[in-house]
């Protein structure tokens, strides 16, 4: 067995991609952690990859997904979305899912904020959304959470401004300051929120094409 260390900005499309180039060079995924996955042998290309967004989901919902998955044949692993916090009895108020879905737990919905979808290569392009509403729907949800984080830091900005701070933790991505009125503090709030702002622009982006495409093809 492999074990290989990959951080990923872009969580979805960069690791899709680099899960495929994986698969080329001869190497299936078999378990993925936080910041670690690992690999075994395999035929050159045998496997074709794909990441769904899945954290909106409540666990009911992604137990019917995952149920749905395996009739399809399609493999599944769960990969966490946050990075160096292990979960035990923990609670989490996500905003940005379904309803019905805004409270995640560590026996939940924590942890398990993508799947991983493995399908042997037949050939074909591997679409888990095989429709222009459905890809502009889940481009939504996952817009969702960087909209929040930008309230957030752009909060958290003021607040040191004002030489006031608090402590506060999100899920996806993980916060955690505390500090006076600094500079450096300031900076980095800075670069968080200049990086969720180009998060946010790619999205948006994106669904603004897919909605241009859907109206060529009305």
Not at 18 to 32: D, F, H
Not at 142 to 152: E, G, I, S
Not at 163 to 183: G, R
Request: positive net charge; glycine residues 4%; aromatic residues 16%.
């Amino acid at each position: 067995m492999i074990k290989k260390f990959k951080l990923f900005i872009s969580p979805i499309p960069a690791l899709e991609k680099w899960l495929n180039k994986m698969s080329s060079e001869g190497y299936r995924l078999v378990k993925a952690g936080k910041i670690f996955f690992y690999f075994e042998r395999c035929e050159r290309n045998k496997y074709v990859y794909a990441v769904d967004y899945v954290a909106n989901k409540s666990y009911d919902d992604l137990m019917e997904y995952e149920n749905f998955l395996e009739q399809s044949k399609i493999k599944y692993i769960e990969k966490s979305g946050n990075v160096g916090k292990f979960s035990l009895w923990n609670i989490r108020w996500r905003p940005y899912a379904d309803k019905g879905a805004k409270i995640a737990t560590s026996n939940g919905m924590i942890n398990r904020e993508f799947l991983i979808l493995e399908k042997e290569n037949d050939g074909k392009p591997f679409d888990i959304y095989t429709t222009i509403g459905d890809k502009i729907y889940a481009l939504k949800n996952m817009r969702k959470p960087t909209v929040v984080l930008m309230f957030l830091i752009g909060f958290l900005f003021l607040m040191n401004m004002f030489d006031f701070i608090p402590t506060y933790k999100w899920t996806l991505y993980e916060i955690n300051l505390l500090s006076n009125n600094s500079t450096a503090l300031l900076l980095v709030l800075g670069i968080i929120e200049t990086l969720l702002l180009i998060n946010f622009i790619r999205f948006t982006l994106a669904i603004n094409e897919l909605k241009r495409e859907s109206k060529i093809h009305e």
